[in-house]
C-alpha cells in the first residue's frame, strides 16, 4: 500500500490548509479506514479524523468542529479540512490506511501555523 500525502505547509492562527492523500497499491483494500494523525515534537502520534468506507467518521475533540475529513472510494483518496487553525495544530501530519490492525503510512507533511 503505498499512500501519498500533500498539501501542508505554513499559516497564520485563524487560517485554513487542506490536505489530500492518494491510496494505491495492489494490497489496498478498499474497505480500510482512512484517516489522518499527525504528530508534534516530543508527543506522541494521534489520531485527527478517520473515514469508514461506508461513510463514516470519527474525530479526535481537538479537531471536531473545526476540521472535515473527505472521501472518495472511488479514487481512493482521502482529504482533510483544516479551518481556524491554532499553534497547537502545529504538527507533521500522516496519511494513514487501516485494515483490521494493519496501518499503513504516508511519509508525512509538515503543518506549521504560527501566532
Known amino acids: 500500500v503505498q499512500l501519498q500525502a500533500s498539501g501542508g505547509g505554513l499559516v497564520q492562527a485563524g487560517g485554513s490548509l487542506r490536505l489530500s492523500c492518494a491510496a494505491s497499491g495492489s494490497n489496498f483494500n478498499i474497505k480500510s479506514i482512512l484517516g489522518w494523525y499527525r504528530q508534534a515534537p516530543g508527543k506522541q502520534r494521534e489520531l485527527v479524523a478517520e473515514?469508514?468506507?461506508?461513510?463514516?467518521?470519527n474525530y479526535a475533540d481537538s479537531a471536531k468542529g473545526r476540521f472535515t475529513i473527505s472521501r472518495d472510494n472511488y479514487e481512493n483518496k482521502v482529504d482533510l479540512q483544516m479551518n481556524s487553525l491554532k499553534p497547537e495544530d502545529t504538527a507533521v501530519y500522516y496519511c494513514?490506511?487501516?485494515?483490521?490492525?494493519?496501518?499503513?503510512w504516508g511519509q508525512g507533511t509538515l503543518v506549521t501555523v504560527s501566532s
Open positions: 473515514e469508514t468506507s461506508g461513510g463514516s467518521r
Open positions: 494513514s490506511a487501516r485494515w483490521y490492525d494493519d496501518y499503513y
